[in-house]
């Protein structure tokens, strides 16, 4: 190994090396997969990929993974008739999309990811506070971190937080595709060239309905303050994204977890220079996504590592600091991930590429993971 990777082996283990928002628990749950086989990471949307598998993380030295259980929402299968013919002649997932409480579901998702992991207990282990992380890391295995992504799962009881707090999860991301019962969220298929498919489909969002956060929107931010859980403003609408800066007034940290921004993509996804210094403001964090169409308007670009670097020095000119910048890569949900990190084994090209553009090692560190440390320190509870 010569000194370049052995510099870049080091910056991954003191980071540590934190992806803040991959899926690997969604393909395990919904095709029964072992999460210790590597199937695929083709480097285009495909259903049965596994880019973030634990034999890709580990050779990825990827450290800690804060795994967002995603449950599908049932618009998805219910709204077009060309994907319940799809997804019907796939029959065991079929019943799985339209069956069943979405809390009960990801209960079951997350029991999946906790089994998998206990498979090989020397190796990953569940993490239930920040400390945690940081003991699990002392051993050496890869800690990892129960998050939510989309508040139907709450199903519109608040008390169900307190389920999840105990299971050990650190972070909400409030909506998804569809409104919810939390608020109002933003249509993907608007400006995002790989979603745009959606909008033939005919699915209909009811995006941008006044309130933008609801009666019920605002007990599940009061009570994630009173649990201490991380809340995710990613898919939000602008205004919605506003009333919980608002909400928080910077007291705890905000994070939207993979994004890219209002300056290279000016669609309503995308974080404007405004959030970015509210999320700032927060001391919270912004995970860059590993997808070139939320990093640049009309790409056609195939390698994503300039994209990534110009959003995450764009957060930077904007807050004049490298403490917000993480990374979120999104593998292993509807991803198209770049030609030249298409799954977590290679994100040793990003550090090799950062160490290319000068930054300090302390900086560095930030990026891979020290941010995300800090961010769980302050933000989650306190075991
Ligand atoms: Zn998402």
Known sequence: MNSNEQRIDKLHKEAPLTDMHCHPSLKSWLFKRNLWRHYCSWSFTWPWSSRCDFKMLEKGKVGVIWTSHYMPERQIVKQCCLTRIIIFLLTPIYWKLVKGSYMKCTLQMMDRFEKQINRKP?????????????????????????TIEGGHIL???????????ERGVALLTLTHFFRNEIGSQVDISKGIDSFKFMKICGYNFHQDEPPHLTEFGYAVIERMKELSMIID??????????????????????????TGVAKFNPNPYSLNDNEILEIHKSKGGIGVIFMNAFLKEE????????????????????????????????????????????????????????????????IIKKILGGNAQRILEKGWKKN
């Open 155 to 165: 199903e519109g009881n608040v008390d169900n937080l307190n389920i999840l707090a």
């Open 233 to 258: 403003v990613c898919h939000l609408t602008h205004e919605a994204r506003n009333l919980v800066f608002k909400l928080i007034k910077g007291k705890t940290p905000i994070i939207a977890s993979h």
């Open 122 to 146: 020397d190796r990953v282990e569940l993490a239930k506070s920040a400390e945690d992380v940081k003991r699990i890391r002392a051993l050496g295995k890869i800690a990892a971190v129960h």
């Open 299 to 362: 790409t056609k670009q195939k390698d994503g590592l300039d994209l990534i670097w110009s959003t995450m020095n764009h957060i930077n000119k904007v807050t004049k600091s490298w403490d917000n910048v993480m990374i979120g890569s999104d593998f292993d949900g509807l991803t198209d991930p770049p030609n030249d990190v298409v799954d977590s084994s290679q994100f040793g090209n990003l550090t090799r590429y950062l160490i290319k553009k000068g930054l300090s090692d302390d």
